[in-house]
């Protein structure tokens, strides 16, 4: 990519943050602008919870619990501990250091902070060289319908550990919510090289981001290549639910859905090599690789190959 040039990535936590992580070490300082969805917030204890944002953050500070892929590493629990012994509620498990995270952003908030200049100012404070914006300032919450009837995210995600069948979703307050002024920025900027679409999960974490008025015209009217990374491999998901949500939602789990659930957003799929022989929407362009990242060299490397093919489409955009 030439000098100067910025990529967007929309991405939500735990898989997304994998790719924002290589990408954040192969660009250059301030390059990259990650797009975090913000769907998955919620009121909890008082305190404003962004798990994404939080995923991002740490993973771009290596402050990130590699095994659990959210929250912090070396964390400890009295806090969890403490109040399980109260009766208080304890489904949703907040580490120590994790919990200052939410003191202090639900502090900055309510002395009327945006959540844009919150997450500016922890980015500023983890050292980090990629700007991490949330998609709006203004509150979208993910909700579930389920065989249980509607659950908020978190209740559906942590506390019902996915188990209820997914029949729908909807993104309560999406309609009125404004993109968060410097994500249209990032948009607008006449120095975007490429739009990038982690490998999180389509439904529960790209959507949101995409029903925030103007994201989804925008990528529409692109004058850049954009290219998602399937979060399918041979019909399955790395983590968590998407594979079992698809099915329920009567969605064959593949490479091919993804591809076509993305159809005239993006000009090219990037999937993992056992699916090299996908079918995607005439004009929609396949790369295939490795896209499994378990080190920072697979995150790296990954990354690197996405770079390759945003400029590799960006040539046939000429
Ligand atoms: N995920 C869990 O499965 N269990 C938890 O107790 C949990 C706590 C938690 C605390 C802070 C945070 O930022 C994230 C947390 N997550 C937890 C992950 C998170 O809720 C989901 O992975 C995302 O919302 C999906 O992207």
């Not at 300082?29 to 008082?46: E, I, Q």
């Not at 050292?127 to 709006?136: D, V």
Request: glycine share 10%; charged share 20%; hydrophobic share 50%.
């Amino acid at each position: 990519m030439s000098d100067g040039a910025k990529v967007v990535a929309l991405s939500g936590g735990i898989g997304g943050a994998k790719l924002a992580l290589g990408l954040d070490r192969l660009l250059p300082a301030c390059a990259l602008t990650v797009v975090a969805n913000t769907g998955d917030d919620f009121n909890h204890l008082g305190l404003h919870v962004s798990p994404d944002i939080d995923t991002l953050l740490y993973t771009l500070a290596g402050l990130d619990d590699p095994t659990k892929g959210w929250g912090r590493r070396d964390e400890t629990w009295t806090f969890m501990k403490a109040i399980a012994a109260l009766g208080g509620e304890s489904w949703f498990l907040l580490g120590d250091g994790d919990l200052a995270t939410h003191v202090e952003r639900t502090r900055r908030l309510g002395a009327g902070e945006t959540l844009s200049m919150v997450t500016e100012a922890f980015r500023q404070r983890f050292g980090i060289a990629s700007r991490i914006l949330p998609m709006s300032d203004d509150a979208v919450r993910t909700r579930v319908r389920t065989d249980e009837g509607w659950l908020d995210f978190q209740h559906y995600f942590v506390r019902r550990r996915c188990e209820p069948a997914v029949e729908a979703l909807e993104f309560t307050g999406a309609v009125s919510a404004r993109m968060a002024p410097d994500v249209a920025a990032a948009i607008a900027d006449p120095a975007l090289a490429a739009i990038i679409i982690c490998p999180s999960n389509p439904y529960l974490s790209v959507d949101p981001i995409l029903a925030v008025p103007g994201m989804r015209e925008a990528l529409r009217a692109r004058r850049v290549p954009a290219l998602a990374v399937s979060p399918i491999i041979a019909g399955q998901a790395v983590k968590g639910p998407t594979a079992k949500m698809m099915a329920e939602l009567g969605l064959e789990p593949s490479a091919a859905t993804v591809a076509r659930h993305y159809e005239g957003l993006i000009d090219g799929l990037m999937v993992d090599a056992l699916d090299a022989d996908v079918e995607v929407p005439a004009g929609m362009r396949v790369f295939a690789a490795a896209t499994l990242m378990r080190s920072l060299d697979d995150r790296i490397y990954l990354a690197r190959t996405v770079l390759a093919a945003v400029a590799e489409l960006a040539g046939g955009r000429a």
